[in-house]
């Protein structure tokens, strides 16, 4: 392996992929749902502050938040590490400072470009070797090319490899999250102490009885709702995956997992040739209020809830800024008259009536490589966007049969019907002729619309 050219490399890993027919994006069944399509992958990781109050709690509860849907996931074992910082302020620049320091130091360290890379390349933990069967599933590459000749090879597995490189090894992002979090159940209870005392001071200098009475109330209603509000700093990184990086990593450091070369495999345990590449930071928050009378879901579950819809709209907000870390999303079904299609993305993606989005249909060049033409524009219908957040559909069902049972019920920020869809609904603005099921959505514009 060490005498051999790049373009030799190639057309090896070739003899592997020579049987891979073109990459499919999007995959839809005779129903119109969804199979499979291309995702960008992503390592999800926690700063946390074991000083903190509650930080145990944040830690069990981002353990059980999955990788959001529209992404592979991509994560390692190492899920978290500590910060440094002591008592700093959630928005002040210090803070900020110092995750970036830390960051930094956990990248290097563990050599997270390295272990993201080994996972790609499915590496074996015996021989340290690598094979292509991750990519092969994630790129939906199948062996029906079975009559490709030698010459047809190596143009076919460059197209591959290249395919692979930009649009699968190249979008591996690493989110790392700096969650706080507050107890609504404690503010709650302080407001209602303040609620109750100020009243009372109220109804001393005024002599009326009701204030005082009006103000008591006030304060058990505050008392009432219990919940959590927590507040999200996500800093978002990108595996450098470029020629170079690509070029390195065959030359020097490749070898077939059935193989043996512990010089190679020494080589890339050490090695610093690999990067990852910050790209933004964002911060969100998001609140749980319940009733204490009708909530079944426990503390835990409340943080879990909590956790998930924060690195949710950490997501969006980055999403917002950086179009690299937009998601494409595939459409699954198509009106007969062609003027609406339906997308399972919704509130959890940013999702709201301001939103448009471009649509896409991939081509397949004379190597078979796909391409994306833009052929139509979409924009979703007031009333019918999906509320696909984590735990809505349970949180609408749970406030509608707390009405029904006559309880007293803080209303929340879902509805049943909204959490009930599967999907959301678009209008067709352009190009309904050439839009079907599997030309993928890029959203154009990310608009925030007022929150409930």
Request: aromatic share 8%; charged share 25%; hydrophobic share 40%.
């Amino acid at each position: 392996y060490r005498t051999l050219s790049m373009k030799k490399i190639i057309l090896i890993l070739t003899i592997f992929l020579s049987t891979l027919s073109t990459a499919i994006y999007a995959q839809v069944d005779n129903n119109g749902e969804l199979m499979k399509y291309k995702r960008s992958s992503l390592y999800s990781v926690l700063l946390t502050h074991s000083d903190l109050k509650f930080s145990d709690q944040i830690a069990t509860a981002f353990g059980n938040v999955p990788i959001p849907d529209k992404f592979n996931d991509h994560n390692l074992t190492v899920r978290q590490f500590e910060s440094t910082a002591k008592k700093v302020k959630h928005h002040g620049k210090e803070k900020d400072s110092n995750n970036t320091t830390d960051i930094e130091k956990f990248i290097s360290d563990n050599l997270i470009s390295n272990e993201l890379i080994a996972k790609w390349f499915n590496r074996n933990s015996k021989t340290g070797g690598f094979d292509m069967s991750l990519i092969q599933e994630r790129g939906f590459y199948n062996a029906s090319r079975q009559d490709i000749s030698a010459a047809e090879m190596s143009d076919r597995g460059l197209a591959i490899i290249g395919d692979a490189g930009e649009d699968l090894i190249g979008n591996t992002f690493m989110l790392v999250n700096d969650i706080t979090y507050v107890d609504k159940g404690e503010v709650s209870a302080g407001v209602a102490t303040g609620i109750s005392a100020l009243s009372s001071i109220a109804g001393s200098l005024l002599g009326s009885k009701d204030v005082k009475d009006l103000g008591n109330m006030a304060a058990v209603a505050a008392n009432e709702f219990d919940g959590f509000t927590v507040n999200i700093t996500s800093y978002l990184y990108r595996l450098v995956w470029d020629d170079e990086a690509m070029g390195t990593f065959y030359n020097q450091y490749w070898f077939p997992a059935n193989a043996s070369d512990s010089e190679r495999r020494k080589a890339f345990d050490t090695c610093n040739d690999f990067k990852m590449e910050y790209i933004g930071t964002s911060k969100a928050s998001a609140a749980i209020v319940t009733s204490k009378n009708f909530s079944k879901l426990t503390k835990e579950e409340q943080m879990v809830k909590a956790c998930a819809r924060a690195v949710d709209k950490s997501i969006v907000e980055l999403q917002r800024s950086y179009d690299e870390f937009k998601v494409n999303v595939p459409i699954y079904s198509v009106s007969d008259d062609k003027k609406t299609a339906q997308v399972k993305i919704g509130l959890k993606e940013g999702i709201n009536d301001k939103s448009v989005f471009v649509v896409l249909a991939p081509v397949e060049d004379e190597n078979g490589k796909i391409h994306y033409n833009t052929v139509g524009r979409l924009k979703p219908v007031p009333g019918e966007i999906w509320d696909n957040r984590f735990g809505a559909l349970e949180e609408a069902q749970m406030i509608e049969a707390a009405k029904a049972a006559g309880e007293k019920v803080k209303a929340g920020d879902t509805d049943l019907k909204a959490a009930s869809l599967t999907a959301t609904t678009f209008k067709v603005l352009s190009g309904g002729n050439q839009i079907y099921p599997g030309c993928l959505i890029r959203e154009e514009t990310i608009k925030k619309a007022k929150t409930k």
